[in-house]
């Protein structure tokens, strides 16, 4: 069992960036005896001060989708089974308080969709984004930028608003290919989950950018795979 963490005494735990505040790593015979100890560790830590994600951690590794080694898809687009592990709302400001919070204006370089954006933010001093200081702090949305294919887009962003199209399906990130779900021959509809790649220890579900027939796979379970690099051919139904 280990802990990283670069948090230390006098250090400021800031919500601007990356909120991990330590990674707890252990290891296991097996996933069952390995998924045992870390619920041990995760009850074992004491934070004050701040709301962490533990007791989620807690909840994702006590279900039956985890211990079989599933995505849990399901429940984290479960609204109802997240609002449970919720925390409290904090209470609104007062007026008076609303009144005296300090408010700044602050200019933004954003791109989207390939062209670039001056944006004006009015509300509470924040750093810019990606931090640095300062105006025209530029950062990348909705695709733009060269660099946008290497990055895996949000889940429920996957799928394509068309049937047609490029037939060929490629990665939108290097990474490990985790799972292979689906094998040449096979006839999938858009949206369905192709595969998973494993990226930075996280699982990231592919799917199917358009219906259609699997016509090449050149993919393997355990294989790495480059961003850009064919996952899957798919030609529809009416392609001939």
């Given at each position: 069992?280990?802990?990283?963490?670069?948090?230390?005494?006098?250090?400021?735990?800031?919500?601007?960036?990356?909120?991990?505040?330590?990674?707890?790593?252990?290891?296991?015979?097996?996933?069952?005896?390995?998924?045992?100890?870390?619920?041990?560790?995760?009850?074992?830590?004491?934070?004050?001060?701040?709301?962490?994600?533990?007791?989620?951690?807690?909840?994702?590794?006590?279900?039956?989708?985890?211990?079989k080694g599933?995505?849990?898809?399901?429940?984290?687009?479960?609204?109802?089974?997240?609002?449970?592990?919720?925390?409290?709302?904090?209470?609104?400001?007062?007026?008076?308080?609303?009144?005296q919070a300090?408010?700044?204006?602050?200019?933004?370089?954003?791109?989207?969709?390939?062209?670039?954006?001056?944006?004006?933010?009015?509300?509470?001093?924040?750093?810019?984004?990606?931090?640095?200081?300062?105006?025209?702090?530029?950062?990348?949305?909705?695709?733009?930028?060269?660099?946008?294919?290497?990055?895996?887009?949000?889940?429920?962003?996957?799928?394509?608003?068309?049937?047609?199209?490029?037939?060929?399906?490629?990665?939108?990130?290097?990474?490990?290919?985790?799972?292979?779900?689906?094998?040449?021959?096979?006839?999938?509809?858009?949206?369905?989950?192709?595969?998973?790649?494993?990226?930075?220890?996280?699982?990231?579900?592919?799917?199917?950018?358009?219906?259609?027939?699997?016509?090449?796979?050149?993919?393997?379970?355990?294989?790495?795979?480059?961003?850009?690099?064919?996952?899957?051919?798919?030609?529809?139904?009416?392609?001939?």
């Open positions: 069992m280990r802990v990283d963490s670069g948090v230390r005494e006098g250090g400021e735990v800031s919500p601007m960036y990356d909120p991990m505040v330590a990674k707890l790593i252990v290891w296991d015979a097996d996933r069952e005896q390995a998924t045992k100890r870390m619920l041990r560790a995760l009850s074992e830590f004491e934070i004050e001060g701040l709301k962490t994600l533990i007791p989620f951690h807690q909840a994702l590794l006590a279900t039956e989708q985890w211990a599933e995505t849990c898809r399901d429940l984290l687009e479960d609204k109802k089974w997240l609002k449970t592990l919720a925390f409290s709302p904090a209470a609104p400001p007062s007026g008076d308080d609303k009144e300090e408010k700044v204006e602050q200019t933004y370089e954003v791109e989207v969709s390939g062209k670039r954006f001056d944006v004006r933010v009015l509300g509470p001093p924040t750093p810019p984004f990606g931090g640095g200081g300062g105006v025209g702090t530029s950062a990348a949305m909705n695709g733009s930028g060269a660099d946008t294919a290497r990055k895996a887009p949000k889940r429920g962003q996957r799928k394509s608003s068309s049937g047609g199209g490029p037939d060929t399906l490629p990665s939108p990130l290097q990474g490990n290919m985790w799972k292979v779900l689906v094998k040449q021959g096979d006839e999938v509809q858009e949206g369905q989950l192709l595969c998973i790649i494993e990226a930075m220890k996280m699982e990231n579900e592919i799917t199917a950018h358009k219906a259609g027939t699997v016509v090449e796979l050149p993919i393997s379970e355990g294989a790495p795979i480059q961003a850009g690099a064919p996952i899957a051919t798919i030609k529809s139904a009416d392609a001939g």
